[in-house]
């Protein structure tokens, strides 16, 4: 697990913070900041892809095949 990230564990309920909840995909990297707000007693939230957090954790990985071998 990459520094400042919680495990998830898959099936799970948990509760993120409100405002930039970092997650990442365990396979690829992909590193998300996630917002939520509650609206009409509606849960709504916005996904934005963080490029830096995520070159920083892919550097990280060791891939197999393709031109990163």
């Given amino acids: 697990m990459t520094k400042g990230y919680v495990q998830i564990i ?5 509760e ?5 909840f970092a997650h990442q995909c ?3 990297a992909l590193t998300h900041m ?5 609206v009409d007693g509606k849960v709504q939230f916005r996904v934005r892809i963080d490029n830096r957090k995520t ?5 990280k ?4 095949g393709g031109t990163d071998e």
Avoid: L
């Fill in 26 to 28: 365990c396979g690829c």
């Fill in 34 to 38: 996630t917002d939520y707000r509650v």
């Fill in 55 to 59: 070159a920083a954790s892919r550097r």
């Fill in 10 to 14: 898959e099936g799970e309920w948990f």
């Fill in 61 to 64: 990985f060791k891939f197999k």
């Fill in 16 to 20: 993120p913070p409100q405002r930039n």
